[in-house]
């Protein structure tokens, strides 16, 4: 066995759960997606789960209009979500972009091309 903990943000509020019907009625999600995600969860000494369009949206909130964090929302926007999880035998992660029609390497370039270009000019890309 093992505790399987949910977390989210409603409104202005952090929420922490081990109900899945909580969660559910929190933020929408359907329990079955929560039980599709049972791969992650079910067998594995330890699992985490990323939602970066949710990181994304809670990061913008803190930042505001400020421009200085904006090259960290743009990286963060690149990625859809995360999968870790594994036992004490070896482990898995599995990082989905948001970009299904391009190559990932190419989208990770590409971004830092963008940002080379935005903060260092002076290095002619």
């Known amino acids: 066995g093992g505790v399987t903990v949910l977390f989210g943000v409603k409104g202005d509020v952090f929420y922490c759960t081990t109900d899945a019907v909580v969660k559910s009625a929190l933020d929408g999600a359907d329990i079955e997606s929560l039980a599709s995600m049972s ?22 909130q803190f930042v505001g209009g400020n421009v200085a964090p904006q090259a960290a929302l743009s990286v963060l926007a690149m990625f859809e979500d995360l999968e870790a999880y594994g036992t004490m035998k070896g482990g898995t992660a599995v990082v989905n972009m948001t970009d299904k029609e391009q190559n990932s390497f190419k989208t990770i370039c590409d971004k830092i091309g963008e940002l080379i270009r935005l903060y260092v000019p002076e290095a002619n890309l």
């Open 39 to 60: 791969k992650i969860f079910k067998g594995q000494s330890g699992s985490f789960y990323v939602d970066f369009e949710g990181v994304t949206a809670l990061t913008a």
